[in-house]
């Protein structure tokens, strides 16, 4: 259902004997057992599991990012905010990402209202278990919205945040998302993104840019033209949350494949996870060495953010290239990353882990990168991709934000955020006992 | 195996041509491959793995929420738990709970000495690998062990501890959970757990419970009518124990569909990972909206405590529920978290993670529930199982520690508990350098 | 590929079936799907992405082993020494150690300069995607490197310490492995190492042992004849690692098996699931009673390092032996660390995180106990490998940090050692919050 258009498009030698073989079995009316829907289901289990942990990573890698005293808000925000995706995505989320033929505008807006029911006897015509669809595609909205959580850390509000996560999660992800992986307008543009490099992680970027606009940077953080370093209070943490997202995106962008149950797409399936660990690998080496040369001391969390900048900008395309390919792609993010924290600090936005630079700037990248080596896709469409979900994205989540502000405000009172969120939002600490230096 | 009574009576139609098929491959003699043996086989071992890295998920919730002191010493129970369960339901558990035809007394007593044996050749009657089946429900006794732990923290005495998980995982454990799952006396009697609301994570709830009691409150954590706040040491490592479990969970429920090689039986892995997700969100969006109504802040160690309610919510039946069902089972149980918590500290009864309303009192919610969506099940035969289970754990716990505290004493002493288990028993610190506030 | 001689010799009566079927699919001209090239290459996916999150265990054990001051520097190598494995093992270590036909001197050094290519066709006389393949593979070299880096923490340069690694994870490893996996010499004499306890875990530790014994102590570890205690910093991160480590070794393991589509070859994944986790709770708990008996305080460190033993002692062959001979082996795995852990200490060769008792000893005893349970192997054959890989390694592995100490100096200088490496080399803290007790 994701990704109609590609399937149509580019891998219907892969898709279509998988099908074939659904919709004859289901012909033959003996429908017990039939290899490619087992299988294809069992990779959306497996995808979507592994994407499920990657809400553990970026709430591990945010919590390390931040200082002590916002610690235990970033932990709530991100548990918050994957069990509002959770919750919004089957309300409305699903129906209007994959509409079928009941677009409210075709192309443009799904069904807008029907929470999806999972409990039905298997459909064979899918080639899949809808219900494991629903559980993987679930996986995606929410990590769009985890990704907005890191940049406007430690200024926030609680409960303003969660309000503009219920209406990306139910809205505007789905709407953006429906126009590729829904089969709307997007997809027969010719448009190129195989696991979400601009539908996921541009989205969530752009989502965190309008917000970080709005809401300012944090107190303290640039003075006159200096910006004051602010360091993550736990970067074994940090870590662990990286190598958690790295982990996940097997199941992110092998998951993205939809089928198993041919040698085909096991094949395809496997070429995905190597190259995606290439990928991450190109990024992550690639910062240490530029933070060397550079700063003439390597940085640990710019090669945290190498790797997962190489994991996102390998994401548009990651089945097409080469290993050579998915390295210098992923080396190019690495580039991206180590370039663009400190411009967007000249520009005094304010993005405490780095978000912007590795999902929306090497999102970018990604998505523009597709035509080297996947036939069929033009940098024309790539950019019209990049270019209308940008546009969407940013506009409805400023509006978002703005009306947010105007009605209740976003921020916390300076007084607040001096002392920490935990304290002032919550009244708990997440490290009682660790007194600060 | 394990809920065989279910398998006769609700799930005939999806079990009984997996069955079919491994029986007729068995009888044609042509033994090389087996679609449904293998897919079985590999549901048990990816169920399998999830669940035994719940057993880190405890680890890491239980260190995150005892005060440094103790961290050391939480760490060391969760590792040696984990490790004397694999040996003793190896020794004996498995037998008991799993006796076939060999029962001591036929539905109550299983068959009370015999070393489980794993290498032979694959049984094709069963449909899956007997050695993936001793793998999966190992962890479910390991479970079982490893929510005693956490209510017990910051006082009791690290061998005594081990020797009840000796009791616990090689004979209260098999002996309760042979009356459902191994064919006994329950599953005649009409009552229904999928996965162990009762089984595993009341019966784990009631053995904290008797354990409680006779132990006794922390020092200082009950002066006069007041309870006085013994805040977690380590909130991200509390949240990252519930991420850990939340995955663990698909395990835990998908697992116990015990098959994944027909079409019905993936569909209904789906629909159980689906569910379990939208418990897990209901939980703790609910213990956040109701924390922020009653304290007028939201507390994340009840979010984290929601969420994982909300899973033992929907553990007794993961797959009838519409998503709507799981929904409110699983916000219930969210409900009953944040009630509870408090009525536990107003009897005086010290529970330092709250696994006592988490495991034990929406395990019974859970089971509870079942009727409202299980064709077949009655409040009847669930109540019985509960009393029943509650009973018998309940009891024989109790006593074991009250042999316990005659024969060597389950406290330590007062002055170590002061000073903290981890140098007390250890002589090692978690944190050596972070100095304390 | 891997383990050719395994599977001509004692697993051809369930390797056999699987590739008879893929070569009558690929006879058959019928390409769409067969189940055992699909079910075998999900097996290296899943096995592979359980091998690599070991990196990520390894990282939390070793920043959870030092002191805080080192906790950065040491995540920054575990990042980075995977991410180099990734690089090297495609650009030259997959080709020397699989080179088929070939070989530059056949049975000792493989194909020497080939960039592995991904993305073809399935080639079904395989039975598995060979990408598949390599992302398995790939994870066992990086984890070669991972067993390095604990060892060496706290003193050792980063930049000398990383092309030493471009050095294993090319060459070293690729060529020893290929002696025994890749169809070599050693397989040819009868060795049998299933999954690695001395083509992996061995190869590290000696390569980690020639390391430690050119670098030295780290100051002040020794003083006169006593050893000064230098406790971790995070027992929690430590425990977490381990847990990790124990996870995915079902995949080191488990994969190692080759194959999951066939009833044999699923019966033998779980049969190995169920012996690994065995022999790491009898580590464990072996680790446990034993310090309690010989120090009257348990250990943390010891039950931790315990268990790894037991994993490691399994490794060479955890298909064959019976649980009760996986308990055994595991338990003497425990043995091993408890006791040369300190010997190590007499010798003064500072070991950081016990990483040569765990992977060296206990691989070495992992490897001799094969032929107790598996028929063919001897022990004149495994003491041959033991003997062959570990000159190789240990020869190589001297000479090539001798070099990098002549060049460039392999130790930080002594005011940085004291001061930390995380400042020195880095300029930033793991924990710039919590201050130093």
């Known amino acids: 259902m994701k990704k109609l258009s590609l399937l149509a498009a580019s891998a219907a030698l892969i898709a279509l004997p998988t099908l074939g073989l659904a919709q004859e079995t289901a012909e033959a009316a003996e429908p017990a057992t039939d290899f490619a ?6 990779l959306f289990l497996i995808g979507g599991f592994l994407v499920m942990w990657m809400a553990a990573g970026f709430a591990m890698l945010e919590a390390g990012l931040v200082r002590s005293k916002n610690v235990a808000m970033q932990l709530t925000k991100n548990v918050a905010l994957f069990s509002i995706a959770a919750i919004m995505y089957w309300l409305i989320g699903y129906s209007i990402m994959y509409p079928g033929d009941s677009w409210a505008i075709p192309g443009y807006l799904g069904n807008l209202f029907s929470p999806y029911a999972i409990n039905g006897d298997p459909d064979l015509d899918t080639g899949y278990s809808v219900a494991s669809d629903f559980f993987f595609q679930l996986m995606f909205c929410a990590t769009t919205a985890s990704i907005v959580s890191g940049t406007l850390a430690e200024r926030i509000k609680l409960w303003p945040f969660l309000i503009f996560v219920v209406v990306l999660t139910g809205i505007i992800y789905p709407i953006e998302a429906s126009w590729q992986w829904g089969g709307g ?21 752009w989502a965190a840019l309008a917000g970080a606009l709005i809401l300012g940077p944090r107190i303290g953080k640039y003075k006159e033209n200096r910006t004051i370093p602010m360091p993550g209070s736990n970067l074994a943490l940090a870590t662990l949350g990286t190598f958690i997202l790295w982990l996940g995106w097997f199941g992110f962008n092998g998951g993205s494949e939809l089928a198993l149950g041919a ?11 190597a190259n995606t660990n290439m990928a991450a690998a190109a990024g992550a080496v690639t910062a240490l060495i530029l933070t060397q040369v550079l700063y003439k001391k390597p940085d640990l969390t710019m090669v945290l953010n190498g790797a997962l900048a190489g994991l996102v900008s390998i994401t548009a ?40 630079p590795v999902h929306l700037l090497a999102g970018i990248w990604g998505t523009l990168a597709v035509p080297f080596y996947t036939e069929g896709a033009t940098f024309g469409a790539q950019l019209l991709g990049i270019i209308a979900v940008g546009i969407f994205v940013f506009v409805v989540s400023g509006v978002v934000w703005f009306i947010l502000k105007a009605i209740m405000g976003i921020r916390v009172s300076e007084e607040d955020e001096i002392n920490g969120l935990d304290m002032a939002e919550l009244g708990m600490e997440a490290y009682p006992e660790f007194s600060k230096g």
Chains 1, 2, 3 share one sequence.
């Open 185 to 205: 307008w997007l997809s027969e543009a010719g448009f190129n993104d195989f696991a979400g490099s601009t539908l996921v992680h541009a989205a969530g970027g």
């Open 263 to 273: 040698n085909g797409s096991a094949n395809n399936v496997s070429i995905i996870f």
């Open 37 to 42: 829907f087992v299988l294809n289901t069992l």
């Open 317 to 356: 395309g990651p089945l097409d290239p080469t290993m050579f390919g998915a390295l210098w792609i992923g080396a190019i993010g690495g580039v991206i990353v180590v370039f663009t924290v400190p411009m967007l600090d000249k520009l005094k936005i304010d993005d405490v882990v780095g978000a912007i």
